[in-house]
């Protein structure tokens, strides 16, 4: 007993909001992350589009999907990376995305330049 109150603590920290080592590896390898603690329960990617512009521009248009039973307010974005995974320095402003209850809307990011050959859509809770 005396050893599971010591350890309350630092379990109760483990939580804590900041992004551990396994969920950045996951942010650079994924094609969609859902930022932030809810995020990941609260939306999901149902389908990812990607095309490429006759001037060799990357376009991708992601599904994102509402699972809460109430409203959402989102922020999305999308940052562009070469093809070993480094950013163009090619990265959209977070947009706002409104979802209604179990809603599910189609967003479209271009690339500025023709370096892009991967991407990453994020998405997190609007503050």
């Known amino acids: 007993m ?3 109150l010591t ?3 630092i379990l109760t920290l483990i939580g ?3 992004p551990s080592v396994t969920q950045s ?3 650079n390898n994924s094609k969609f992350v859902a930022l932030g ?3 990941s329960q609260l939306v999901q990617c149902t389908a990812l589009q990607e095309t490429v512009l006759p001037d060799g521009r990357l376009q991708v248009r992601a599904n994102i999907l509402n699972r809460a039973n109430k409203r959402l307010d989102l922020q999305v ?3 562009f990376k070469d093809d070993q995974g480094f950013a163009t320095g090619d990265e959209t402003p977070f947009r706002t995305l409104i979802l209604d209850e179990t809603a599910q809307e189609t967003v479209m990011f271009t690339s500025l330049n023709p370096k ?3 991407y990453t859509v994020r998405v997190r809770l609007a503050r």
């Open 16 to 18: 804590c909001g900041t």
């Open 25 to 27: 590896v996951q942010a």
């Open 116 to 118: 892009a050959k991967n």
């Open 7 to 9: 350890l309350i603590p």
């Open 37 to 39: 603690s809810l995020g």
């Open 77 to 79: 974005n999308c940052i």
């Open 2 to 4: 005396k050893h599971l």
